[in-house]
T-cell receptor
Framework: GDSVTQMEGPVTLSEEAFLTINCTYT??????LFWYVQYPGEGLQLLLK?????DKGSNKGFEATYRKETTSFHLEKGSVQVSDSAVYFC??????????????FGQGTILTVHP | NAGVTQTPKFQVLKTGQSMTLQCAQD?????MSWYRQDPGMGLRLIHY???????DQGEVPNGYNVSRSTTEDFPLRLLSAAPSQTSVYFC???????????FGQGTRLTVV
């Protein structure tokens, strides 16, 4: 079945540092890929998405590129802020097979940014 | 714009009790789903619905029931609560099954 693997956390950075959170996936066909963010005590919010190979999703300074050859969708940000502290989830939707509409999530990566 | 609204935000149940978690969306989305979030396991799909009157099981459906009588509402029923159902529950909706999902704020459920 489909699966998503994220780098283990927690990740602790100083403000203005560069962020990379690795995400790789296993899926048949052509899944759509997402990054969601969960701030403390809140639900998940869509951060960015990519629906086909080589697409780059971007939002709020975060970027991720859909790499089919390496089955990866790594999240990057050039300069993190304290307000970016949250849990980040990589996820996919696979249109085919028995996974109709199901979001498959990675286990989440906790990011803490210190001033 | 309310989006996806879940109630209650917190709930404590005794083993064997039943309850319903409410979920409503005002975006006229066809697809709705329930997930549970457990530490280190991401989110797992419990049940989903592709439209009013149509529901199906996800990967962890045991102990839960759903119904979808209207486009807006998708309640989740715990039939006889067990400590293993202690979790954070999220309702989500999307325009179609394979488009991005919008999540509610979650319900933190503790079964003692």
């Amino acid at each position: 079945g489909d699966s998503v693997t994220q780098m283990e956390g927690p990740v602790t950075l100083s403000e203005e540092a560069f962020l990379t959170i690795n995400c790789t996936y296993t899926a048949t066909g052509y899944p759509s890929l997402f990054w969601y963010v969960q701030y403390p005590g809140e639900g998940l919010q869509l951060l960015l998405k990519a629906t086909k190979a080589d697409d780059k999703g971007s939002n709020k300074g975060f970027e991720a590129t859909y790499r089919k050859e390496t089955t990866s969708f790594h999240l990057e940000k050039g300069s993190v802020q304290v307000s970016d502290s949250a849990v980040y989830f990589c996820a996919l939707i696979n249109a085919g097979g028995t996974s109709y509409g199901k979001l498959t999530f990675g286990q989440g990566t906790i990011l803490t940014v210190h001033p | 714009n309310a989006g996806v609204t879940q109630t209650p935000k917190f709930q404590v149940l005794k083993t064997g009790q039943s309850m319903t978690l409410q979920c409503a969306q005002d975006m006229n989305h066809e697809y709705m789903s329930w997930y549970r979030q457990d530490p280190g396991m991401g989110l797992r799909l419990i049940h989903y619905s592709v439209g009013a009157g149509i529901t199906d099981q996800g990967e962890v459906p045991n102990g839960y029931n759903v119904s979808r009588s209207t486009t807006e509402d998708f309640p989740l029923r715990l039939l006889s609560a067990a400590p293993s159902q202690t979790s954070v529950y999220f309702c989500a909706s999307s325009y179609r099954a394979n488009t991005e999902a919008f999540f509610g704020q979650g319900t933190r459920l503790t079964v003692v």
